[in-house]
């Protein structure tokens, strides 16, 4: 998939991803390639529904990581649309998901002015 992004083709690596969710309906990591795909392209809806998708995965170890960049990828997509609250809340929940995790920690303390 991210070979045919390479390309240029947004939607065929989306395909791609998409055709790996029906095979692994708990990964998290397709989704969230999905929604990073769509951000790169500057469709910040689209990128918001796969962001959403990432965050009903099961909370696994392996789908921390995800569930917390997915958090973050949310809260700075809000943040640019002037919602402030609930880019805050993101990146709160993205701390629940991996506490260590740095940038939802400097967004966070950015967006409170510490």
Not at 49 to 69: D, I, Q, S
């Amino acid at each position: 998939a991210i070979a045919v992004a390479g390309t240029g083709n947004v939607d065929g690596a989306v395909a791609t991803l998409r055709d790996g969710i029906k095979v692994a309906p708990d990964n998290a990591q397709l989704p969230y390639e999905i929604g990073v795909l769509q951000g790169t392209a500057k469709r910040d809806v689209e990128a918001l529904e796969a962001y959403a998708e990432v965050l009903t995965r099961p909370v696994t170890p392996h789908a921390r990581e995800f569930l917390a960049k997915a958090a973050v990828n949310i809260g700075v997509i809000k943040f640019n649309q002037g919602l402030r609250q609930e880019a805050e809340a993101q990146f709160e929940a993205a701390l629940g998901y991996d506490p260590t995790h740095e940038t939802a920690r400097k967004n966070l303390a950015a967006l409170r002015g510490t």
